[in-house]
Nanobody, 122 residues
C-alpha cells in the first residue's frame, strides 16, 4: 500500500514536498518513484530512485528542480519540488518497483498509490 501526502496549491516559483508512506513489502529492497498525470494527458514518469538509494533518474522537464529521496527506516519516499511551474500541475502518484533490487528507471514500476493533487498557479 502506498499513501501519498503533501500536495496542494502553490504559486509559480514556490516549493512543495510530497511524501509517500509504503507498507506491505520490504520497502528497502524495492525501487520507488513518482509519476504524474495532468488533465487530458497520459500518466508520465517523473523520477525514480534505486532500491539502495545510490542512483536516481529524472525526466528532463524536472531536472535541477525536483529531488527524490528515501528513508528506508521510515518506509517513506519523498519528492522535493522547487521552482514549480504551472505545467507541473498534475496528480502525482507514488510508485513501487515491480521486482526487488530494481534500478528505479521509468519501466521498473508496477504499483501506484491513489495520488495527490499538485496545482501551481501563475
Amino acid at each position: 500500500q502506498l499513501i501519498e501526502s503533501g500536495g496542494g496549491l502553490v504559486q509559480a516559483g514556490g516549493s512543495l514536498r510530497l511524501s509517500c508512506a509504503a507498507s506491505g513489502r520490504i520497502f528497502s529492497t524495492y525501487a520507488m518513484g513518482w509519476f504524474r498525470q495532468a488533465p487530458g494527458k497520459e500518466r508520465e514518469f517523473v523520477t525514480g530512485i534505486k532500491w539502495s538509494g545510490s542512483s536516481t533518474y529524472y525526466t528532463d522537464s524536472v531536472k535541477g528542480r525536483f529531488t527524490i529521496s528515501r528513508d528506508n527506516a521510515k518506509n517513506t519516499v519523498y519528492l522535493q519540488m522547487n521552482s514549480l511551474k504551472p505545467e507541473d500541475t498534475a496528480v502525482y502518484y507514488c510508485a513501487a518497483g515491480r521486482n526487488p533490487y530494481g534500478l528505479g528507471m521509468s519501466n521498473d514500476f508496477a504499483s501506484w498509490g491513489q495520488g495527490t493533487q499538485v496545482t501551481v498557479s501563475s
